[in-house]
């Protein structure tokens, strides 16, 4: 999808950076590495963008920075320095949306309408389109549309600790934020996630 772009267009640096025995293994294991974390990354990224096109923006973006600035650092570390990356993206994402639902709300809200609430108009508008044979052997469209459901910082947390295999100290490392939240986070949406597929019995 996105992998073999990114590394081709990298190789001489990526080879130029490590040392000049260890250049072309390094290229192949950054390779494997990218290729391994790619379709959990996209649906991630599609997750927190009800938008396929958004998410594979995002992606590329976080593994353009993960090869330009980080290729050198040890491989054990990529995986954590790559979910930063991807998930600052996303934050990013969700902040630029803000934006623009604020100027949207300014010019086309009624006047009237003291009660308008522009973060329940965006949820109405938005929606998720699963795709089951991109992750059927890993969750199901039923649990993929309750994931993207879930606030932000939720899903987050929930992918991060139960997809990704994060610990604790990892995950508040990936996201920002402290170890409390990351247990709140994850509480709230595995709590959330019960009552939701459990409606599906």
Same mark, same amino acid.
């Given at each position: 999808m996105i992998t073999a772009a990114l590394i081709t267009g990298h190789e001489n640096r990526l080879e130029r950076d490590s040392h000049k025995e260890n250049g072309s293994d390094t290229t192949a294991r950054l390779s494997n590495f990218l290729r391994e974390v790619e379709r959990r990354a996209f649906v991630t990224a599609r997750l927190?963008?009800?938008?396929?096109?958004?998410?594979?923006?995002?992606? @590329?973006?976080?593994m353009l920075k993960l090869v330009q600035k980080y290729s050198g650092h040890p491989s054990g570390e990529w995986g954590a320095l790559?979910?930063?990356?991807?998930?600052?993206?996303?934050?990013?994402?969700?902040?630029? @949306?803000?934006?623009?639902?604020?100027?949207?709300?300014?010019?086309?809200a009624d006047d009237n309408d003291d009660e308008?609430?522009?973060?329940?108009?965006?949820?109405q508008t938005q929606f998720l389109e699963p795709e089951p044979q991109l992750m059927q052997?890993?969750?199901?469209?039923?649990?993929?549309?309750?994931?993207?459901?879930l606030p932000l910082r939720q899903q987050q947390a929930l992918l991060l600790r139960a997809w990704e295999g994060y610990d604790i100290a990892e995950t508040a490392a990936i996201m920002k934020c402290s170890e409390g939240s990351v247990k709140t986070h994850y509480s709230r949406a595995i709590h959330s996630l019960r009552e939701k597929l459990g409606d599906q019995k």
């Open positions: 927190a963008t009800h938008d396929e096109d958004e998410a594979m923006d995002i992606v @590329q973006d976080a790559f979910h930063t990356i991807l998930h600052s993206r996303i934050n990013d994402w969700h902040r630029r @949306q803000k934006v623009r639902n604020r100027w949207r709300v300014f010019f086309f308008f609430q522009p973060e329940e108009q965006v949820a052997e890993e969750m199901s469209t039923i649990i993929q549309v309750a994931i993207g459901q």
